[in-house]
C-alpha cells in the first residue's frame, strides 16, 4: 500500500461530519463491499459500482426522469447520451447526490452504490460525495492559486501531510503538471479552457475518489483541448471509474466502453426521460436493438 492510498482511507474513515471541519472518527471499516458481475455460464466479470434499480427523478411536480434501470462498471467509461432535456444532468448529479440542493427535487427507486443505498437513511452525503467527484461542463476553477485548487478539498479534510506530493501527483494524473510546475502560485483563472478543465480534473481527482463524473466536460473547450480531455479518460480509466455525459456522439464512440442512451418518452403527456438502451459502445452504435437508438445515433433526431 502507498502512502496515498493509506490517506486515502484515512480520509474515508474520518468524513462523517456534515461538514468539513467537523469531521469525527469513524471506527468500522468502509471499504466498498464489491459486487461482482456474474455472467450467463456462471462465471464473475466486473464489479458493479453503482446497481441503479428503477430509478425516478421529479422536480417538484414534474418527472424528468423514470424507470431507470442499468449498471455501471468499474474501470469503464461509460457514457450517458441522448437530446436535450433527456435527462442526461439529472442522471449524474444524482449519482452523487449533487441534486439534493435543489428545492423539490425528489429521487425514487434505489441507486446502490457499490451495495449501499446512497440515498438511504445511513447515507453520509460528505462520504458520497468525497468518493464520487464530479467535473461539469464549464470549467469552474475557484478564483485562487493553481496549487490551492488542487489542494482545496484535501485541506478541507484535514489531508495535510505531504500535500505538495499529493498536488503533483493529481496534477501528472490530469495531465498538467508539466504545464504548471513552474507556475504554482499562477491564479488558476490564469489558464486556457481546456488547461482549467484539466485543472477541475486534477482537483477532482486529488482527494482519490472512487468515481468521477463528468457533465459534458469538453462542450466548451476548442478541438485541441477536447482530444486532450479524451486522452485523459482513456488515461483515468484505469484508475477511476468514469461516467462522462456527452451530446457529441463521436466523442461517445471515442471515449466509452459501455453507452447507455436516454430519451424523451412521449408517449404521455408529459415529456419524461428515460432509458432506451443500454450496452457496449460498439454494439450501440453499429447494431441498437432499439429502432430509437438506431434512429439518434444516426443524426435522424436530437
Ligand atoms: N433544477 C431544476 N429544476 C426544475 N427542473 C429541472 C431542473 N434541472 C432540470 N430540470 C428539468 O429536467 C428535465 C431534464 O433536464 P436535464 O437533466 O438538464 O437534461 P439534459 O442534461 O439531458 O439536457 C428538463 O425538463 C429540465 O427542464
Ligand atoms: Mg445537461
Redesign the pocket.
Known sequence: MTDWDRDSRTATQIIRGEAPGRVRIRTEPVLPVIRPEVNGSGTETRPVVFDIRDMG?Y??G?R??AGTTFSIYRNLVTAVI????????????SLNRM?DA????RLEGQILYHGHDIYGSRANRVEVRRRIGMVFQKPNPFPKSIYDNVAWAARNLGLKQRLDQRVEEALRQAALWDEVKDRLRDSALSLSGGQQQRLCIARAIAIEPDVLLL??PASALDPVSTAAIEALMHKLKHRFTIVI?T?NMQQAARVADRTAF?SLDSTGAD?T?TLIEYGDTETIFRAASDRRTRDYVAGRFG
Open positions: 427523478v422536480y417538484g414534474n424528468a426522469l441522448g437530446p436535450s432535456g433527456c435527462g442526461k444532468s439529472t442522471f449524474i448529479r441534486n435543489i428545492p423539490g427535487f457533465d459534458e455525459v451530446h436516454f415529456r426521460g
